[in-house]
Nanobody, 124 residues
């Protein structure tokens, strides 16, 4: 069993930055791929980016490439999402997830565990 707790969300102006953190409980963190999803008001939850157990990154699409960076610290059981050059369309609840494969997470949304989410609001 893995429990995920996100933090770091908040309100930021367009062009600003935020770093989200996701702390995982348990001793099996390094055996999971980790990812971030987001859900904007009135929209379905969507995949953003994931990182494999070995550190290979899978992005959803070009809209976040070059702006969002995912990283993981297996010693701290934590995954991070550095978000730069934020845009109003990035406003959403951001969810951390753990699963068996970063690619499966990105392609079919396959996950085993979810965090409770953290709100990110970008004002124009």
């Amino acid at each position: 069993q893995v429990q995920l707790v996100e933090s770091g969300g908040g309100l930021v102006q367009a062009g600003g930055s935020l770093r989200l953190s996701c702390a995982a409980s348990g001793r099996t963190f390094s055996s999971y791929a980790m990812g971030w999803f987001r859900q904007a008001p009135g929209k379905e939850r969507e995949f953003v980016v994931a990182i494999s157990r070995s550190g290979v990154v899978t992005y959803r699409e070009d809209s976040v490439k070059g702006r969002f960076t995912i990283s993981r610290d297996n010693a701290k059981n934590t995954v991070y999402l550095q978000m730069n050059s934020l845009k109003p369309e990035d406003t959403a609840v951001y969810y951390c997830a753990a699963g068996p494969s970063a690619q499966a997470m990105g392609v079919i949304g396959r996950t085993n565990y979810w965090g409770q989410g953290t709100q990110v609001t970008v004002s124009s």
